[in-house]
């Protein structure tokens, strides 16, 4: 069970971590978590009771050593955890009282003084983290308290007494033999860079500190502090090559990243280096400097007497505080094993192991915060809703400092809202911006999204065309940006997704085209969708006709010729007129009529058309009557000479003529008129000749106004009357003079209301046989409603011989009975496929719907039963399938045999 006094510890540590670096960000993803919840550091009490307090520690390799000696001024491990240093105070307090090193190998039990080190306080060991082997420590440097660093036995000067708090030294490259090292005093930080000599295949580092002895002591990072120690911490990678350091101070901790190739450069061997300051408590303005600390990758982890604080080394920020109770009484160390990469803290009682689960965890949000986004896009771990976020900030931080453009770029990989992101630009007038932001969103779109691809597209044709006229508008259309964006638009319009999409849209785009007065852009946008047609308008709306036909000539498409001869004949007949005999029996002369019909209002058109016809007659042989007609008026009205040249070649012989001799293209008024300049009887006949009645009797009316007004000849005109029966003597009657008295025409007005009279009377004998009918059907209703059948017990169904009574049935007036359901049976095979679903739904209504369903009252004021029963009996008790129609038309038919045979057999009984 847990004591009451570890429940209080793990309550006061709980309450004391601190609140989540990131706080709740708004992101296109929705539900998405954005951060690991473990706890990113957390402790673990060890099984371990020491005997006494414990006063000094160090770990490495998962082996740690404590000592609870009050003679021990220090104990140094190597990262092997085979070699252990310990640092003792004089054994006496006699003047000429040296202190020891006693050095102890993990598998001996017998310590040993070093003889090198006697006379001096050895206060830090700098190992050799090359070192390999369990035998020896290999070239290690020792601090002393006055100041003094010793390789092994060597000893090296100092020009001060000041206790060296802090040793690191690493080789630069595997392959060369140049090192560096760093070294601590209480308030300075030396760096040192050179090449150590090899004896016996071991390196020996006195050399790097040559070429210092000449030089000033200038090389060093100091620091004021009142502190009577300092500590030096590196962070090794998993390949133990130092990546940062930190150098705990009284102000704060000084840290930096590890870069021995810049030396080259500059006199430091680190980068970036900056004081991180202490926290504070709430209240307090400063924080006294932690007794230890210990360096991850990106925390620092600050030992104080009570409690473990954990600051982020990037934004110096408290993410977590551990705090001890005197239970196990007060914090002696803390250290950490490079080997295993573990951390341990030490009180006079106890040992605990921190475990750090994924520090990295909020690195991407610490990084988005100092502006950093590529380093925080790294620590997003592929969470697309952080790399979300990450990607607005550096939008709208991009949009701040006035680019725009890259803004949008990065705008177009973000979930951010659509049409926020369009009225920002719009309301900033950034139009180059918002077109970079559109086309990345077109870009990410795949094919299937039709109609966002289509809104892009015109939405962004439009902005391109609004751009191109304000520059025409202000008279820079031959400007370098002018070009640019004409430029930009014509790879716009050859995007691919664009070409796909013109297809559904081009009708608005040539709209807005149009709108915007941007005809050079319409006819390459034409050219680029091999919309010849629209070429061609667009060519027609130029007034660029001889381009027009230049394009229609290069084209084998002959309907563009139907369309368009008509406009072109009436602007340029003659180059109009070349180019369609230049396409010979490619075009249908007939075609053309209605073009040439619409534009023959001058000589120049007529003489036109007329070489076009001859042409096509005279070479092609076209024997089409619609064309010789019309080309035989053209020569009547227009030229007599040709005309006459014409008929003489076509000859007399009615079978071999091309031409219509009744009539030319259907001008039966203008051929009854000519025909009345050469004979009345040929006048007549071409009259006698429409298909329609009402165009002979206004031919006939032409030919009767025409005699009766020239001689008022009444006779004549009477004949005209016998002659065309669709003539009446009212017709006439306006075409004669006032002096014409009535007397004249006695005769033919008495025939004509003679013949009215016998409508009449043919009319009320009509009206009279359907006033009967009328009257007999009614008195057939009015029968029906009164008769009545008598049913017997021993009636039988006419289908299947059960007797009747025994289900429900239906009774025809031809006294045939059938149950209905055998009724329906019979009736179903010989119903339309409509009326025989309407049976099925009916019947499954009244079979399906609930009591109440069926009791509702409809708006015919019956209930809903009733109305669908009435419905099935219109459908299947519609007649009798004995004497209905329908077994009149089936008669006849094999299939109908057995209906037929019940038929008779029916009769039978009820005779």
Not at 212 to 223: A, K, N, R, S, V
Not at 574 to 581: C, D, E, G, H, R
């Amino acid at each position: 069970m847990t004591s009451i006094l570890d429940q209080y510890e793990q309550a006061s540590q709980s309450s004391q971590r601190m609140k989540p670096a990131v706080e709740p960000m708004v992101s296109g993803y929705i539900n998405m978590q954005l951060e690991d919840n473990t706890p990113m550091f957390s402790k673990q009490r060890m099984k371990f009771n020491p005997s006494d307090l414990i006063t000094h520690a160090a770990v490495s390799n998962d082996y740690l050593f404590v000592q609870p000696s009050s003679k021990l001024t220090g104990i140094y491990l190597d990262p092997l955890g085979f070699h252990l240093l310990m640092a003792f105070t004089a054994r006496t307090k006699v003047i000429d009282a040296s202190p020891e090193l006693v050095y102890l190998h993990r598998r001996s039990v017998k310590p040993k003084p070093v003889s090198k080190s006697r006379n001096y306080e050895v206060t830090e060991v700098g190992w050799n983290m090359e070192n390999s082997s369990e035998m020896t420590t290999g070239p290690i440097l020792l601090g002393t308290s006055q100041g003094h660093i010793l390789e092994t036995e060597i000893e090296c000067d100092s020009s001060g007494d000041m206790p060296i708090t802090g040793i690191q030294f690493h080789r630069i490259h595997s392959t060369t033999n140049k090192y560096f090292i760093f070294v601590t005093t209480r308030t300075r930080l030396y760096q040192f860079i050179g090449h150590a000599t090899t004896t016996d295949e071991k390196p020996s580092l006195q050399s790097i500190f040559y070429s210092y002895l000449t030089m000033p002591e200038t090389g060093f990072q100091e620091i004021i502090s009142t502190l009577k120690y300092s500590k030096l911490q590196f962070f090794f990678d998993k390949s133990y090559n130092p990546k940062t350091f930190a150098w705990l101070t009284e102000p704060g901790i000084f840290f930096g990243q590890l870069d021995p190739t810049s030396q080259q450069n500059s006199n430091s061997l680190f980068t970036h280096g900056e004081l991180i300051n202490y926290p504070t408590a709430s209240g307090e303005e400063s924080e006294p400097a932690p007794l230890s600390f210990v360096l991850t990758e990106f925390h620092a982890l600050l030992m104080y007497s009570d409690r473990v604080k954990i600051v982020s080394l990037l934004n110096q920020e408290l993410v977590f505080e551990d705090i001890y109770t005197e239970t196990h009484g007060k914090l002696k160390n803390i250290v950490r094993d490079t080997s295993k990469r573990t951390i341990w803290a030490i009180t006079d009682k106890s040992v605990f192991r921190y475990k750090v689960v994924k520090e990295e965890r909020n690195l991407w949000k610490i990084y988005s915060d100092k502006e950093q986004f590529d380093l925080a896009k790294q620590y997003c771990q592929n969470n697309p809703a952080c790399i979300d976020l990450i990607n607005v900030k550096q939008a709208e931080l991009l949009f701040t400092k006035g680019e725009y453009e890259k803004s949008a770029e990065i705008y177009a990989e973000t979930k951010k809202s659509f049409e926020t992101v369009c009225l920002k630009f719009l309301e900033d007038e950034r139009i180059d911006a918002l077109k970079v932001y559109l086309s990345k969103r077109l870009d990410a779109l795949t094919d299937d999204d039709k109609s966002l691809i289509s809104m892009l597209v015109i939405w962004m044709t439009e902005l391109y065309l609004s751009q191109l006229g304000l520059l025409r508008r202000t008279g820079q259309e031959d400007s370098q940006k002018y070009h640019q964006i004409q430029s930009d638009f014509e790879v716009f319009l050859l995007h691919p997704k664009v070409s796909n999409c013109m297809q559904h849209v081009k009708s608005v785009i040539y709209d807005l085209m149009s709108s915007h007065g941007d005809k050079q852009n319409l006819i390459k946008l034409t050219f680029i969708n091999e919309d010849y047609e629209n070429v061609v308008a667009q060519y027609i709306y130029k007034k660029s006709y001889l381009e027009a036909l230049k394009l229609l000539q290069s084209l084998k498409r002959p309907e563009l010729f139907y369309q368009f001869t008509p406009v072109l004949m009436e602007e340029v007949p003659k180059q109009s007129i070349n180019a369609l005999i230049a396409q010979g029996a490619r075009l249908s002369p007939s075609k053309l009529l209605p073009a040439f019909l619409s534009c023959e209002s001058d000589e120049e058109h007529v003489s036109e058309i007329i070489r076009y016809l001859e042409f096509m007659v005279q070479h092609f042989n076209v024997k089409d009557k619609a064309i010789h007609n019309y080309l035989l008026t053209l020569y009547a009205e227009h030229d007599q000479e040709s005309l006459m040249r014409y008929l003489t070649r076509q000859g007399q012989d009615v079978m071999m003529v091309n031409y219509d001799l009744s009539a030319l293209l259907g001008l039966w008024d203008s051929a009854v008129e000519l025909a009345l300049q050469v004979d009345l009887g040929l006048a007549k006949s071409v009259a006698s000749q429409p298909d329609t009645d009402e165009t002979q009797r206004q031919l006939w009316l032409s030919i009767a106004e025409h005699v009766i007004t020239k001689n008022q000849d009444l006779k004549e005109a009477m004949s005209f009357l016998q002659e065309c029966p669709l003539i009446k003597i009212e017709d006439i009657l306006p075409f004669f003079s006032d002096v014409v008295t009535i007397d004249h025409f006695r005769e033919p007005i008495c025939q004509s209301l003679q013949e009215y009279n016998n409508q009449i009377e043919e009319m009320k004998a009509e009206i009279e046989e359907a006033t009967r009918s009328a009257e007999y059907v009614r008195s057939e209703i009015q029968s029906f409603r009164n008769r009545s059948a008598l049913v017997s017990v021993t009636d039988a169904c006419c289908l299947c011989d059960i007797t009747l009574l025994m289900r429900p049935f239906y009774l025809f007036p031809c006294s045939h009975r059938f149950h209905a359901d055998c009724l329906a049976s019979e009736v179903a095979p010989i119903l339309s496929v409509a009326r025989h679903k309407k049976l099925k739904d009916k019947q499954s209504q009244l079979a399906h719907l609930s009591a109440i369903e069926l009791n509702t009252m409809t708006s015919s004021g019956l209930p809903l039963r009733e109305v669908l029963r009435n419905e099935i009996d219109d459908i299947i008790a519609a007649e009798c399938v004995f004497c209905g129609e329908h077994m009149i038309e089936c008669i006849d038919r094999p299939s109908c045999g057995n209906v037929n045979q019940r038929v008779l057999m029916s009769l039978t009984r009820n005779t």
